[in-house]
């Protein structure tokens, strides 16, 4: 056993050096690149940016483009706009989630296996958006922040049912059942004992629901379209076509710059969660 | 079939429950029905039924009608919707075109991730470093990413200028612009926006494989690339389903990537569902777009449901 360990680096000692080469050239090509042109573009005068490349600025005007950015992108509203639609659909997702996989991982029965079957269907099931219009009008929710929240709600459910149900399922009965002995009711099970167990997948439905409705543009089109409401994507779609063809690249990267950074701060300061987040959600 | 076996255990159990008193200790046998009360799931199949189902419900309905713009009655036309589309070729084109898109999207979406797990598989500090770089893109919004492409791709952009100072001679290439590669080449920038999440999922498979098996498999002088087919591939299984299934799934219900590239173009190449969609509805007739969506919502119970069955079966098969 002890021989076995020391012969591994002996073999995979030639090659030590290629392995960080390799990933140094993939992320410089790949990932380098790409963001190398929109941090360049972002700073240069329309003139330079019309025609991208990865040339240095021979005019850096940043102030300027990201100013711009703010008064005609509407970068603070459409913040604010992401937010007051993102931030409820999360938290509806996760409270409404996590009281049906409650059940669903505990109680059996036919109608119970049915319900648990038709709130992870979504999971495959494409949402009908068109139909979502004619209803959210008939219910007085189209271009509501109300209607748009229950939509990507009803679209996520069935993503954090499905983890939650899951993971309930292999947590053990004993500490909800001491509860239950010391007197405690179902609601304050689940919100002094269940809920916190849930801390993980909660973290994990967290990340998913953000990484889709922060950047969707597709659903918000239907629902809120543009206008005061706009979110960040639909403003920077907005400000790509201000002008019949793309020439304002400069704006449309600066705007790409500043509607990034919420997300990667977060991943930045949450990553180790993140990561064991998503993995441990996917991979059981 | 886990579960039919604790309900059994459960019924034997209960059916002697009578000698003793219901609090007695025995733990998660003694149930009641309030202890979690079926109303916790209340809310949650409201919203759901209220916001996906009855859409779906109604897809079923207006597809049948002449809703659009055009006119505030709605009235029952039959299957005009269908056979315009039908007729038109957009929907024969629209399926053929997404189920390329969706298999091509898995396709490079897997091989990068996987690439990229395999890679940076150990733990060291230089290796997590890049894990991060390498998500970077699953955080970017897929309309930016759009954007980002289309100014590399450009006929005028980024990457033909890049290749003629290289060649010595003007290269421009219309990445964009083919009807035969296009499609290639926006599934690779979708691939690209998703390969870090897939390389996540990949690497917690590599983390949990057995590391007595992989011993074994080293004392028997199995190579590194014997050992990978040999053992580890097959025992990703799970991370492979689930990495297929959310490509598939994910590159079905695409928009912001194409909208951004091509909007569809060159000449309907790219053209997938949700553009048609998209599309038909900005031009105010939602009967023939929901009857589009009607299709797509077909499409995916057709052969989504079969993958993933398969899928399943395979890796209970290991």
Do not use: C
């Not at chain 1, 009908?128 to 459910?157: C, K, S």
């Not at chain 2, 589009?292 to 993958?307: C, D, H, T």
Request: proline content about 5%; charged content about 15%; hydrophobic content about 55%.
């Amino acid at each position: 056993m002890t021989a076995i360990p020391a012969l591994s680096p002996v073999r995979r000692r030639p090659l030590r050096w290629i392995q960080p080469f390799a990933v140094l050239v993939i992320a410089a090509v790949t990932i380098g690149i790409p963001l190398w042109l929109v941090a360049v573009t972002s700073v240069k005068p329309q003139a330079e940016a019309v025609k991208p490349n990865l040339a240095l600025p021979h005019h850096v005007q940043a102030g300027a483009n990201y100013q711009q950015t703010f008064d005609e992108g509407k970068i603070v509203q459409g913040f604010f706009n992401s937010l007051l639609v993102v931030a409820p659909s999360v938290v509806l997702v996760l409270l409404l989630g996590a009281a049906a996989a409650w059940v669903f991982a505990r109680r059996k029965g036919r109608l119970v296996n049915a319900m648990y079957a038709l709130s992870i269907s979504g999971l495959l099931l494409p949402p009908a958006v068109i139909t979502i219009v004619m209803e959210l009008r008939q219910l007085g929710l189209a271009g509501t922040r109300p209607g748009m929240i229950g939509v990507y709600a009803g679209m996520y459910l069935s993503t954090s049912i499905f983890f939650m149900t899951g993971f309930i399922r292999a947590l053990p009965e004993e500490l909800e059942e001491a509860a239950r002995m010391d007197g405690a009711g179902p609601t304050r099970i689940f919100w002094r004992i269940i809920l916190p167990l849930l801390r993980p997948v909660i973290a994990t439905a967290t990340i998913m629901v953000m990484l889709f409705a922060w950047s969707d543009i597709f659903y918000s089109f239907f629902v809120l379209g543009g206008g005061a409401k706009a979110t960040l994507p639909l403003n920077l779609y907005q400000v790509a076509n201000a002008q019949l063809y793309l020439n304002n690249w400069h704006l449309i990267f600066a705007y790409v710059v500043m509607m990034s950074l919420p997300m990667i701060l977060v991943f930045v300061l949450a990553q180790r969660r993140i990561v064991s987040g998503i993995t441990s959600g996917a991979v059981k | 079939m886990a579960d039919t076996a604790t309900l059994g255990v459960s019924d034997a159990t209960s059916a002697k429950e009578p000698d003793r008193p219901g609090r007695d200790g025995r733990r998660g046998r003694s149930r009641r029905r309030a202890d979690q009360p079926w109303w916790f799931a209340l809310p949650a199949l409201a919203v759901f039924g209220l916001f996906f189902l009855l859409p779906n419900l109604l897809n079923f309905v207006y597809p049948f009608t002449d809703w659009s713009a055009f006119h505030s009655q709605i009235g029952f036309v039959g299957l005009s919707n269908f056979s315009t589309i039908l007729n038109d070729g957009s929907m024969a084109r629209d399926i053929r075109i997404t189920l390329e898109y969706a298999v091509l999207v898995a396709v490079f979406q897997n091989g990068f991730g996987l690439g990229l797990a395999l890679l940076l598989e150990r733990d060291t500090r230089f290796n997590r470093f890049f894990r991060a770089v390498f998500f970077l893109p699953v955080l970017i919004s897929a309309l930016a990413v759009g954007y980002i492409f289309r100014a590399l791709l450009a006929q005028d952009g980024a990457l033909n200028s890049v290749l003629s100072s290289l060649a010595g001679h003007q290269v421009d290439t219309p990445w964009l612009g083919s009807t035969t590669w296009t499609l290639v080449v926006v599934t690779l920038i979708h691939g690209w926006k998703w390969m870090g999440l897939a390389m996540l999922i990949y690497l917690a498979g590599l983390k949990s494989m057995p590391g007595d098996v992989l011993e074994a498999a080293r004392i028997d002088g199995a190579g590194s690339w014997r050992t990978f087919w040999s053992i580890r591939f097959p025992l990703l299984a799970p991370a492979v389903t689930f990495n297929v299934t959310t490509a598939l799934i994910g590159s079905m219900n695409t928009f912001d990537i194409v909208q951004a590239t091509t909007a569809g173009g060159p000449g309907s190449e790219t053209e997938v569902f949700n553009i048609y969609m998209f599309r038909v509805f900005g031009q105010g007739l939602y009967a023939q777009a929901s009857a589009m969506s009607l299709v797509l919502f077909l499409i995916v119970v057709v052969l989504a449901v079969p993958v993933i069955v398969g899928l399943r079966r395979r890796e209970n098969n290991q």
